[in-house]
C-alpha cells in the first residue's frame, strides 16, 4: 500500500478516536480492539485486525493511514539483519535497519531525510538535506521493526540518517511515546541511545528533559585540526564546548556519554591520537566505541586490523572502557545512509568542499 498524507492511526488520540467511532455508529468495544491492534500487537495494515469486520477496516481505511511508512525495498542479511528503504507520502525515502542478537534485537532509525551536517565519510551526508522527519514517521520506524521481529523491540539506537538535534521538536515527543507505558510501547529509556555529530545547544536542551536516555557523541577526532577534516564548518563546533554540553547531560540524566570514533587510516588512528582521545574520555567520564570506516564512498579507508586492536589497546592502558563496533549486515549495506544512496546515487553529489578534504 503507497504511503499516504492521511493522518495515521496512531496518532488519534482516545477522543478523537472514540470520536469516529461514534460518527461512525460503531459500539465503543472498537476502540479497544483497534487500540490493542495498533499499539501493543504492532499491526502495520488494517487487515491484520483479524477480529475486526471487513467494513470497518476499510471504513478505517478511507480516513487514515495504518503506518506513514511504506517499506520499498527490504533486505534480508544472512545474520538477521533486516534493513528497510520505506517510502513516505511525499516520495522521499528513509531507512531503517532491525539488528537481531540472542540476546536483544535492536532497531537503528532515521530522524531527517538525507543530513545538513555532511560528514565527509558518511553516505547520508551525501544526500544533503531535504527535509525533518514527523513524530509519526520516527515512532513507526520501531513499529516496522518490531512488526517483523514479531514482538516489540528491545532498543532503539537514534543512528541512522540525520542530525537528531536537529529535529528535536519531532524527536522528543517521538521518544516519550516509544517510552510511555500507558500510551506507548514501554520501551525502557535506559535502552534508547541518541546519537549526534555535536551540537552543543541541542544537547542541552535534550538534557533538559531529564529522561535517561543514553547519548553518544559522534567525536571522531582527538582535536579540532583532525575534526575540521571531517565535519564540514558551518555544522561543527569547538570540541570543548561540544564536551562542556556532555557533562550538562550527563549532570542531568546521571548517564554516561559515549564517544563514538570512526577510525580512518592515516587521518585519526595513530598511537598519539589514541593516547589524546583516552584523555578526552577520561575527562568526560566517556566509554569509547570504535567504528572502523567503512569506505563506500570515499578514497578513505579503515586502518587494519591490528591497528585498530592497537587504538583499543591504548584506550584500555588508560582505563577507558573501550569496544570496537562489529558490523553486522554488511553484505545488505546496513550503514549509514546505504540503501538510499545506492538508490538516489546519479541525483546527490557530494559538496565541492568535502571533496576537496578527501583529496
Ligand atoms: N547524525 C548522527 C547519527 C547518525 S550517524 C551522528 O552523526 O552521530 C551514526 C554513526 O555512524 C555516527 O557515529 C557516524 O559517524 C557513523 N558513520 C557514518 N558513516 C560511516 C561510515 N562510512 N563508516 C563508519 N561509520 C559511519
Ligand atoms: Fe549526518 Fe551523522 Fe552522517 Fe554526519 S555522520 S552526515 S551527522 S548522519
Same mark, same amino acid.
Given at each position: 500500500?503507497?504511503?499516504?498524507?492521511?493522518?495515521?492511526?496512531?496518532?488519534?488520540?482516545?477522543?478523537?478516536?472514540?470520536?469516529?467511532?461514534?460518527?461512525?455508529?460503531?459500539?465503543?468495544?472498537?476502540?479497544?480492539?483497534?487500540?490493542?491492534?495498533?499499539?501493543?500487537?504492532?499491526?502495520?495494515?488494517?487487515?491484520?485486525?483479524?477480529?475486526?469486520?471487513?467494513?470497518?477496516?476499510?471504513?478505517?481505511?478511507?480516513?487514515?493511514?495504518?503506518?506513514?511508512?511504506?517499506?520499498?525495498?527490504?533486505?534480508?542479511?544472512?545474520?538477521?539483519?533486516?534493513?528497510?528503504?520505506?517510502?513516505?507520502?511525499?516520495?522521499?525515502?528513509?531507512?531503517?535497519?532491525?539488528?537481531?542478537?540472542?540476546?536483544?534485537?535492536?532497531?537503528?532509525?532515521?530522524?531527517?531525510?538525507?543530513?545538513?551536517?555532511?560528514?565527509?565519510?558518511?553516505?547520508?551526508?551525501?544526500?544533503?538535506?531535504?527535509?525533518?522527519?514527523?513524530?509519526?514517521?520516527?515512532?513507526?520506524?520501531?513499529?516496522?521493526?518490531?512488526?517483523?521481529?514479531?514482538?516489540?523491540?528491545?532498543?532503539?539506537?537514534?543512528?541512522?540518517?540525520?542530525?537528531?538535534?536537529?529535529?528535536?521538536?519531532?524527536?522528543?515527543?517521538?521518544?516519550?511515546?516509544?517510552?510511555?507505558?500507558?500510551?506507548?510501547?514501554?520501551?525502557?529509556?535506559?535502552?534508547?541511545?541518541?546519537?549526534?555529530?555535536?551540537?552543543?545547544?541541542?544537547? !542541552?536542551? #535534550? *538534557?533538559?528533559?531529564? /529522561?535517561?536516555?543514553?547519548?553518544?557523541?559522534? %567525536?571522531?577526532?582527538? $582535536?579540532?585540526?583532525?575534526?575540521?577534516?571531517?565535519?564540514?564548518?558551518?555544522?561543527?563546533?569547538?570540541?570543548?564546548?561540544?564536551?562542556?554540553?556532555?557533562?550538562?547531560?550527563?549532570?542531568?540524566?546521571?548517564?554516561?556519554?559515549?564517544?563514538?570514533?570512526?577510525?580512518?587510516?592515516?587521518?585519526?588512528?595513530?598511537?598519539?591520537?589514541? !593516547?589524546? #582521545? *583516552?584523555?578526552?574520555? /577520561?575527562?568526560?567520564?566517556?566509554?569509547?566505541? %570504535?567504528?572502523?570506516? $567503512?569506505?563506500?564512498?570515499?578514497?578513505?579507508?579503515?586502518?587494519?586490523?591490528?591497528?585498530?586492536?592497537?587504538?583499543?589497546?591504548?584506550?584500555?592502558?588508560?582505563?577507558?572502557?573501550?569496544?570496537?563496533?562489529?558490523?553486522?549486515?554488511?553484505?545488505?549495506?546496513?550503514?549509514?545512509?546505504?540503501?538510499?544512496?545506492?538508490?538516489?546515487?546519479?541525483?546527490?553529489?557530494?559538496?565541492?568542499?568535502?571533496?576537496?578534504?578527501?583529496?
Amino acid at each position: 500500500m503507497p504511503a499516504t498524507n492521511k493522518k495515521s492511526i496512531r496518532e488519534l488520540d482516545e477522543r478523537e478516536l472514540s470520536e469516529w467511532l461514534k460518527a461512525h455508529n460503531q459500539p465503543q468495544f472498537r476502540f479497544q480492539q483497534i487500540h490493542d491492534w495498533f499499539f501493543s500487537k504492532l499491526a502495520v495494515t488494517f487487515d491484520d485486525m483479524a477480529n475486526v469486520p471487513k467494513s470497518l477496516r476499510e471504513e478505517l481505511a478511507q480516513d487514515f493511514a495504518p503506518s506513514s511508512l511504506n517499506p520499498a525495498t527490504t533486505l534480508h542479511a544472512e545474520d538477521g539483519t533486516v534493513k528497510w528503504a520505506s517510502e513516505l507520502f511525499d516520495g522521499t525515502k528513509v531507512e531503517t535497519v532491525l539488528i537481531r542478537a540472542p540476546e536483544r534485537s535492536t532497531v537503528c532509525i532515521s530522524t531527517q531525510v538525507g543530513c545538513p551536517v555532511r560528514c565527509a565519510f558518511c553516505e547520508s551526508g551525501r544526500l544533503g538535506f531535504v527535509r525533518n522527519l514527523k513524530t509519526i514517521e520516527i515512532i513507526d520506524q520501531v513499529i516496522l521493526a518490531s512488526h517483523e521481529l514479531g514482538k516489540r523491540v528491545d532498543n532503539v539506537v537514534v543512528m541512522g540518517t540525520g542530525e537528531p538535534m536537529f529535529n528535536l521538536d519531532n524527536l522528543i515527543p517521538a521518544l516519550n511515546f516509544l517510552c510511555s507505558a500507558e500510551n506507548g510501547l514501554s520501551i525502557s529509556a535506559r535502552n534508547i541511545t541518541v546519537s549526534t555529530s555535536g551540537i552543543p545547544n541541542g544537547i !542541552r536542551r #535534550l *538534557a533538559d528533559q531529564k /529522561r535517561p536516555w543514553n547519548l553518544a557523541l559522534s %567525536l571522531h577526532a582527538p $582535536n579540532d585540526r583532525i575534526r575540521a577534516q571531517l565535519i564540514p564548518e558551518k555544522n561543527r563546533h569547538p570540541i570543548r564546548q561540544i564536551l562542556e554540553a556532555c557533562a550538562a547531560y550527563n549532570e542531568a540524566t546521571g548517564r554516561m556519554i559515549t564517544f563514538e570514533y570512526v577510525l580512518i587510516d592515516g587521518i585519526n588512528s595513530s598511537e598519539t591520537n589514541a !593516547r589524546d #582521545l *583516552a584523555k578526552l574520555a /577520561r575527562l568526560t567520564h566517556a566509554k569509547v566505541n %570504535l567504528i572502523p570506516l $567503512n569506505s563506500s564512498s570515499t578514497t578513505w579507508k579503515a586502518p587494519a586490523k591490528e591497528q585498530c586492536h592497537k587504538f583499543l589497546d591504548t584506550l584500555t592502558s588508560y582505563g577507558i572502557q573501550a569496544t570496537i563496533r562489529l558490523r553486522k549486515g554488511d553484505k545488505i549495506k546496513a550503514a549509514c545512509g546505504q540503501l538510499v544512496a545506492r538508490k538516489g546515487e546519479e541525483k546527490h553529489q557530494p559538496e565541492a568542499d568535502t571533496k576537496k578534504k578527501q583529496e
